[in-house]
């Protein structure tokens, strides 16, 4: 006998079936194929005569074969005890929305648009949704949010991995489904005064944290050093907030730089804080503001390196 085995989540009422080039598994006819037994962790597996067999999966009605969904790819050929996964799976991006702002989605599978295009997410009940066909040779994927409200947001791009060596850890994962999909699930994405965003692998950049739950989350993302920016003509150059254990709040007032000598001396103060704290988080209450001048930095950084 051939043993064989895949995981696969389906809907409730439905079944997996083997279909195959042989008498035993119904010469590629669905109403002749063979239901799989389902055990736990949504492992399917069935037995059938030891023989070189050319076969696919599909999924049909636990009752009756109709309506039938066929996996892609090619054949399946084997002739021994086999351990298969399915050549797509479902993925399911969800992310909590109480204010039902406009979020849009792009990421690196070719359904997703490879970062060229982004598709517009379903609010409902506070919550906006996507599902997404992926390929199974698509091991990681990279996804990022985009929240329209009167100014545009984008969070930083995120990782799943949908393929993990560590079986006990893969099942943690693969058991977190919506239906048939499986559910990646972000929460706290449109507490924009918390969103971290990164420019580069020694600065991230944000809003000047207020609260303790600010700060906590910081620490979370393992940014201990806040450099924040302001431009007012009361504070001196540069003030030291001490708020948080571990956590270094520098005020550096943007007010005292020469005009003409701005972006020189902005490259420069960046530079000698990188060098004694590695990894920085750079905020503003604006992020427009902000924005325009790690832009000046970006631009003149890299004209130095050339």
Known sequence: MIRLQIHYKTE???ALYISGKS??????????AIRMIWTQNDIWIAEVAYHIMEYKYFISQYDKVQKICWESGPNRVTNKHSIDVWNH???????????????????????????????????????????????????QIQYQYHIVTKSEFS????????NCQCKQQQYLILEQYYKDALLIFSDGLTKLKQMIFQLNKNICYGYVPLENEDYQALKKANLKTIIEFCNTKEQSLLEQQTKQEDIVHLIVNLYHFKQENFAKRLLQL??????????????????????????????LSFGSQK
């Open 12 to 14: 409730f009422g439905q």
């Open 23 to 32: 008498k035993y598994l119904g010469q590629w006819n669905p109403e002749q």
């Open 89 to 139: 799976r479902k993925l399911c991006f969800q992310c909590v929305n109480p204010q039902n702002f406009d979020i849009y989605i792009s990421g690196s599978s070719i359904s997703m648009g490879q970062f060229q295009r982004r598709v517009r997410m379903k609010n409902k009940d506070g919550i906006s949704q996507l599902k997404f066909v992926i390929n199974i040779d698509d091991c």
């Open 155 to 162: 969070s930083p791009v995120y990782k799943v991995y949908l």
């Open 270 to 299: 960046i530079q000698v804080l990188i060098q004694k704290y590695q990894l920085l988080y750079i905020c503003n209450n604006s992020l427009t503001h902000l924005r325009k001048y790690l832009s000046v930095y970006e631009k």
